[in-house]
């Protein structure tokens, strides 16, 4: 079966930075993707990786090993806005979503 | 990028009742995804909705349980039908917008439905 794996709940200190791991066992592979969601709120883009790499956009960056199955999320200078889920999903062969469960991460001053 | 609006936005419903989820994009999309979020679960796919034809249901959803209209190429309603507490959970709307070399999903805010 399909499986993405991902740590249910972080926490982290204002200012300081985080890394969000996800491990993934897909049909095949066209893409990953990091989604943000705020309690109560839809999820927002965040970033996509398709090729093995550092992805930079500010102070979050994603990182991407298909040989290992395996994507982290970066955050840096953490505020306290940065509190929410953090979902990772990745595309199969068929072009279908894959969904994890998604990683609340709580900020404390 | 695509702006959806979609209502309601919360809901209290009655045991065995049914509920219709109205979702409007701002510009003409050929696929429509409706999604349900479980408290603590991952997005599950319910259906994709195309203009013209009937939509697509994954694996464990029926179209008499959760019949969806396409009329147009903006527009796309989820019918959640003989609700039980168990169909409590946040419905989504989303279609996918090109970017960044990816088809890149867009949501809308979401349905949250409490049925007692």
């Known amino acids: 079966g399909q499986n993405i794996d991902q740590p249910t709940e972080m926490t982290a200190t204002e200012g300081a930075i985080v890394q969000i791991n996800c491990t993934y066992q897909?049909?095949?592979?066209?893409?990953l993707f990091w989604y943000q969601q705020h309690a109560g709120e839809a999820p927002t883009f965040l970033s996509y990786n398709v090729l093995d790499g550092l992805e930079e956009k500010g102070r979050f960056s994603s990182f991407l090993s298909r040989s290992k199955g395996y994507s982290y999320l970066l955050l840096k200078e953490l505020q306290m806005k940065d509190s929410a889920s953090y979902l990772c999903?990745?595309?199969?062969?068929?072009?279908?979503?894959?969904w994890g469960a998604g990683t609340k991460l709580i900020i404390k001053p | 990028s695509a702006v959806i609006s979609q209502k309601p936005s919360r809901d209290i419903c009655q045991r065995g009742t049914s509920l219709t989820i109205q979702c409007q994009v701002d510009?003409?999309?050929?696929?429509m995804f409706w999604y349900r979020q479980q408290p603590g679960q991952s997005l599950t796919l319910i259906a994709t909705a195309n203009q013209g034809s009937e939509a697509t249901y994954e694996s464990g959803f029926v179209i008499d349980k959760f019949p969806i209209s396409r009329p147009n190429l903006t527009f796309s309603t989820l019918t959640v039908s003989n609700m039980s507490p168990e169909d409590s959970s946040i419905y989504l709307c989303s279609v996918e917008v090109g970017g960044s070399g990816a088809n890149v999903l867009t949501f809308g805010a979401g349905s949250r439905l409490t049925v007692l």
């Open positions: 510009s003409q999309v050929t696929m």
């Open positions: 999903a990745v595309r199969d062969s068929n072009y279908q979503l894959i």
């Open positions: 897909t049909s095949g592979f066209n893409g």
